[in-house]
């Protein structure tokens, strides 16, 4: 059983950030929330998510699988305006999601969860963690897309650095220790990893002020953020690009 009131702004979100890596997703439903758990084609990158359930507006759950097509999430979305509150119930017997926005009911069919990839997420502690404010994280993003199609992350006892280098130029985001709220290291740690995803997974989280990134040699990347301003948290984990030598 599934059926919960939800703010539009809050199920937006969790769409942007879901639609990073698929088009099909399974909802894992429980008395607590929903959970889901993604990876993109071509195994680069993983997203696990979850939402409690006090980032609803009402919620009832009890375990249960429902597999949704991303692409009809938002086609409901663009039904809603700012500060509407959609009705979701899931109908087991007919497959079904039905859906309220206003005075617009939507029937939609649910995709076979059993189709759907459910990844194992590994275990993954890189070294060194720092926190960094969106904003600036966004503009040395924007400032490598039009340099290379990697960034390089580094993190040592003088703070934060992301570097892109072209054939001619390069660009270099620094942001010393003094400037963020959290700087764990112990030694110098680097890593490169491509900047079509990273790019897509910082641009898709919207209602965060900060995002903590765990960077190690070499190392899985796992970005950290929280989601429906704070009643739900989200990790991505990107796999390291390993540099020739």
Known sequence: MFKARIKMEVLRELVE???????????????????????????????????????????????????????????VLRLSKPGDIIDLQYDGGKNRLIIHVGKVTRLMSVVDPAGITDPKVPNVTPPATVVVKMDELRQGIRGSESISDHVTLTLDSEGFTMHSEGETDHVDLKLPKEGLSKLEVKETVRSMYPLDFFSSMVKSITSSDEVTLHVGNEYPLKVEFSVAGGKGEGRFLLAPRVEED
């Open 17 to 75: 950030v879901i639609s990073t890596l698929v088009s099909e997703v399974k909802l894992s439903v429980s008395k607590d929330g929903i959970d889901v758990k993604a990876v993109d084609p071509s195994h680069v990158a993983m997203l696990v998510l979850k939402l409690n359930k006090s980032g609803f507006e009402e919620f009832t759950g009890e375990p249960t699988e429902i597999g949704v097509d991303v692409e009809k999430f938002k086609e």
